[in-house]
């Protein structure tokens, strides 16, 4: 009889504990964020290059950034390996500035916005659970950056 009661606790504990761990999402380490918010501003900087005195679309796929890198870039750039087909990058432009998501393809989780106007990464949305890939940042940052 005792031994019934046991092995049942065992049992709700492994599914309690299996069923709370299973929602916990994914988590995102620091470096590995460090090391695409470095990746976001020099794609950024090399992106304005291939537009400067040119209109910029109001926005730039994951292709074309990289065809846009590999062809400005006479170096290989590693670091865009890290857009493994799950991590994704887009461009995308007010017409003046330019601003910049990363997103964990594979659970929609967004994960990084940027504005190049600015000197520091503007929002780490990987620290809160933040879904799609929709820029949401304002671009009046750029224009009060500006004044």
Not at 83 to 100: C, F, K, N, P
Request: glycine letters at 8%.
């Amino acid at each position: 009889m005792q031994r019934f009661g046991f092995k049942t606790l065992i049992v709700f504990l492994v599914i309690v504990v299996g069923a709370g761990t299973s929602c916990a999402g994914n988590l995102y380490r620091d470096d590995d964020m460090a090391r695409l918010s470095t990746l976001v501003r020099t794609t950024m900087s090399i992106v304005k290059g291939e537009y400067y005195g040119k209109t910029m679309p109001s926005q730039i796929k994951e292709d074309e950034i990289i065809q846009i890198v590999r062809t400005q870039n006479s170096r290989h750039f590693k670091e865009l390996e890290q857009l493994d087909g799950q991590i994704e990058l887009m461009i995308v432009s007010d017409g003046t500035y330019m601003g910049a998501i990363i997103w964990d393809s594979g659970n929609n989780r967004k994960l990084i916005q940027d504005l190049q106007c600015t000197l520091k990464l503007d929002d780490p949305t990987y620290q809160r659970e933040e879904f799609g890939n929709e820029f949401t940042l304002d671009w009046k940052i750029c224009s009060d950056q500006a004044q």
